[in-house]
C-alpha cells in the first residue's frame, strides 16, 4: 500500500483569481525542496481548470486532486 504524503505547506487560494493564484503557487512551491508536497485550495472554474496544467509544465507532479464540500478543490502538488 502506498502512503499519502502528507503537505509540507498549505495554500489557500480561495477567492482568488487568475493569474495570481498560479503566482501564489510558484511563490509557494519556491520555498520548499524537490519532493515535498504543497496543498493548495483552489476555488471551481477558470483556477482548478488552468493552475494544475501549469503546474505539471512547470515539472512538478499532481499526487491528489479532489472537489471539497464547499465547492472548492484539494491539490496537492510535488515539487520537482
Do not use: F
Not at 472554474?45 to 515539472?59: A, Y
Amino acid at each position: 500500500m502506498t502512503k499519502i504524503k502528507t503537505a509540507d505547506a498549505v495554500k489557500n487560494c480561495r477567492g482568488v483569481g487568475c493569474p495570481m493564484n498560479m503566482v501564489y503557487t510558484k511563490v509557494e512551491l519556491a520555498k520548499l525542496q524537490s519532493g515535498q508536497v504543497l496543498e493548495l485550495i483552489l476555488d471551481d472554474g477558470p483556477p482548478i481548470n488552468n493552475v494544475p496544467g501549469s503546474v505539471i509544465k512547470e515539472g512538478h507532479k499532481i499526487l491528489e486532486q479532489r472537489q471539497l464540500a464547499d465547492g472548492a478543490w484539494l491539490v496537492l502538488v510535488e515539487k520537482g
